[in-house]
């Protein structure tokens, strides 16, 4: 597999770059403004797409008639984006996207945002042009964990997906990625345990732990360890003895 492999595709926010802690911390930081404190169990969803106009209306409920939604989410939004400025790839990544333009590997990301909000960022840290294709959340009908972005990430690189790896950092996304037929090595995000994406072919605690090549050797392993186990699985099917002359 791994010689086969044309391209790597990222999930964006809480994987190449991590948006979900400054998200969260915007959010905590507004509901303390209140007096009240998030909770974060609540907090996460176990899909992909907007939830924000449904985060405003768990804390206007909390807070009650004096809730402000427009002041609420100017300065929400104010304050993660003075921390977002601040952001860069998370560790690894910067290696693994030199070593994919070593190895003439394109590089591209599905991503449940809208493409101008991971284009902002990756031009913030200066990697834009690392990637030869983004997919996002506003060009697709359903978000993750449907593969929708997924198969359009692969259409526009022209590739099946047998042609590439996913790197997610949650459940849903690595979900997504299977539903497009595609391998994938799992780094979770802050708020993600190893257990809940123990399901992808690799889970790793960083990018910077292996080096890309490695990692897709790994994957190939795994991914070539699991065809052997189902080819084994239905040969021991079609073994089995007719019942139909039993009794």
Not at 85 to 111: F, I, K, M, Q, Y
Not at 188 to 203: C, D, K, R
Request: proline share 3%.
């Amino acid at each position: 597999m791994i010689e086969s492999v044309c391209a790597v595709i990222f999930d964006f926010d809480g994987l190449l770059m991590d948006t979900e802690s400054t998200s969260v911390a915007s959010w905590e930081r507004e509901w303390e403004r209140w007096g009240l404190v998030l909770d974060r169990k609540a907090f996460f969803v176990p899909h992909g797409g907007d939830v924000t106009e449904h985060r405003y209306e768990v804390l206007a409920s909390a807070v009650g008639e004096s809730f402000d939604r427009v002041a609420s989410h100017e300065r929400r939004t104010a304050d993660r984006d003075a921390m977002n400025v601040e952001l860069v790839l998370a560790p690894g990544l910067s290696r693994w996207l030199e070593e994919a333009a070593d190895a003439g590997l394109r590089n591209a990301v599905a991503s449940s945002s809208d493409v101008a909000w991971v284009e902002r960022h990756l031009r913030q840290a200066d990697v834009l042009d690392c990637f030869d294709v983004i997919a996002g959340g506003d060009q697709v009908e359903t978000h993750k964990p449907a593969p929708d972005v997924y198969h359009l990430a692969l259409s526009m690189l022209e590739l099946d997906s047998s042609r590439a790896v996913a790197v997610e950092d949650t459940a849903h996304g690595i979900d997504a990625a299977h539903g497009a037929g595609l391998a994938c090595i799992a780094i979770p995000n802050p708020f993600v345990s190893q257990g809940v994406v123990a399901h992808a072919e690799l889970v790793l605690g960083s990018a910077a732990e292996v080096s890309l090549t490695e990692a897709l050797r790994q994957v190939s392993a795994a991914r070539a360890t699991a065809n052997r186990l189902t080819s084994f699985g239905r040969g021991h099917e079609d073994e089995r003895p007719s019942e139909s002359g039993a009794l």
